[in-house]
């Protein structure tokens, strides 16, 4: 543990963080009282005199303890302190040396590396791309959540990596690629990516409980909880599902609610898309978030909805407005095979044979056309426009 606040201290120092204060606050409560820095922390604020009389105590701390035989070994530190190839050795030292190990040692890594060259296996060297990808090639919460598990942008880049190494070394299928590239496939993916806000504050409250319990604190201390500002409906609904273990998915589903009474549409759809996402098989949450985006007038939002439930199990419901809003976009060819795929579920919806009679005519075939209008005025004679335009046709069909 000491070993492990030794190069924490290192990399703030390093870093040369305005706040170093409150980095050091960080470090856990038991080297605090061993090291007797609570005073220290309290009453100092200059940076320097806070890391030197840290490196002090802890150098007679470890070598009390024989943790480090020759002080020499803390000095060479003190005199390298810009050498992040030093730091980056001992952040490693520092996680071969955890009270909880769940992080693999570096001896594991070496073997796996000898192992790949001795059998000519591909090779992922995530630990190696991870550095290149962050300041000073030290890895922190630019990638990862804590001390082990990647962020969303950690986890970005690994399936970034694995797919390039794939492609390296021929697993991905021999077929034409997409003609899409692909940072534009990695866009669409981020923007579709079933997660919301909701989400995001769960995270963060599980994070900060996570961080304050043991093994990062000897002495768990959630006073932090106290100091949670919750701002709007979003964060006591977090807080409800993070510390009172209210059900995840209900929770999606008030926020939801809370989303449509404030007519705000796109994080309505967010909190659907999570649902859908989790319940595939729930075929009601796609059908009632469609209608509510359709009632609003929210097409495109209501078409992605539309279009899992219709590759889920068709319907005449999903085919019959996959019909209508490519109609409006102006794709006849797709609303008519989502039209014709709606009748097979439901051959008395007047409205269907509507928009298949206006299909058909802007595809210039006037007598399917005509057809479709007679089929649905037969279904209900006062359809608004409907005679309307089987005068039209039929004025056509008689030039």
């Known amino acids: 543990m000491l070993n492990a606040a030794l190069a924490f201290l290192l990399w703030t120092r390093l870093k040369e963080k305005p706040k170093l204060t409150k980095k050091i606050k960080s470090v856990s409560t038991q080297i605090y009282d061993r090291l007797k820095l609570h005073e220290l922390v309290i009453h100092i604020t200059d940076k320097d005199t806070i890391y030197n009389n840290f490196i002090r105590s802890a150098e007679g701390e470890l070598v009390r303890e024989g943790k480090i035989s020759d002080p020499a070994v803390l000095q060479f530190i003190k005199l390298n302190l810009k050498n992040f190839s030093a730091a980056d050795s001992l952040f490693r030292s520092a996680k071969d040396l955890d009270a909880l190990r769940f992080r693999a040692p570096e001896k594991i890594n070496n073997a796996i590396k000898k192992l790949t060259e001795k059998y000519i296996c591909g090779l992922v060297n995530i630990d190696s791309i991870f550095n ?3 300041p ?6 630019n990638l990862v959540v804590d001390h082990l598990h990647p962020s969303l942008n950690g986890y970005l880049l690994m399936g970034k990596i694995y797919f390039e190494a794939m ?3 021929g697993f991905v299928p021999n077929e034409k690629p997409l003609e899409i590239p692909d940072t534009k496939q990695d866009s669409i993916i981020i923007n579709n990516f079933a997660f919301s806000k909701l989400d995001s504050i769960i995270s963060e409250i599980r994070l900060l409980g996570l961080l304050n319990d043991w093994p990062f604190k000897e002495n768990p201390d959630f006073s932090f909880l106290k100091n949670l500002q919750l701002n709007d409906r979003i964060d006591s609904i977090a807080y409800k599902t993070a510390i009172e273990n209210f059900n995840w ?3 999606h589903r008030e926020a939801a609610s809370w989303y449509l009474v404030r007519n705000d549409y796109y994080n309505f759809a967010k909190e659907f898309n999570v649902l859908v996402s989790q319940y ?3 075929l009601a949450d796609y059908d009632y978030a469609a209608s ?3 009632s609003a007038k929210e097409y495109s939002l209501a078409y992605s909805f539309l279009i899992r439930r219709y590759k889920e199990t068709p319907d005449a419901f999903s085919a019959k407005w996959l019909g209508s809003i490519n109609l409006n976009k102006g794709n006849t060819e797709e609303a008519i095979k989502y039209f014709l795929e709606s009748i097979k579920f439901d051959n008395t919806d007047a409205q269907v044979f509507y928009n298949l009679a206006g299909a058909y005519t802007q595809q210039e075939e006037y007598i399917i056309a005509l057809e479709s209008i007679e089929k649905c005025i037969s279904l209900d004679p006062e359809y608004p426009n409907a005679h309307s335009l089987k005068k039209q046709l039929s004025d056509i069909l008689n030039k």
Do not use: M, R, Y
């Not at 000073?136 to 919460?141: A, F, H």
């Open 132 to 134: 290149s990808n962050s």
């Open 136 to 141: 000073d090639g030290i890895v922190g919460d």
């Open 249 to 251: 998915e209900k929770a």
């Open 280 to 282: 595939p098989f729930k």
């Open 167 to 169: 492609q390296k070394n």
């Open 292 to 294: 509510q985006l359709i």
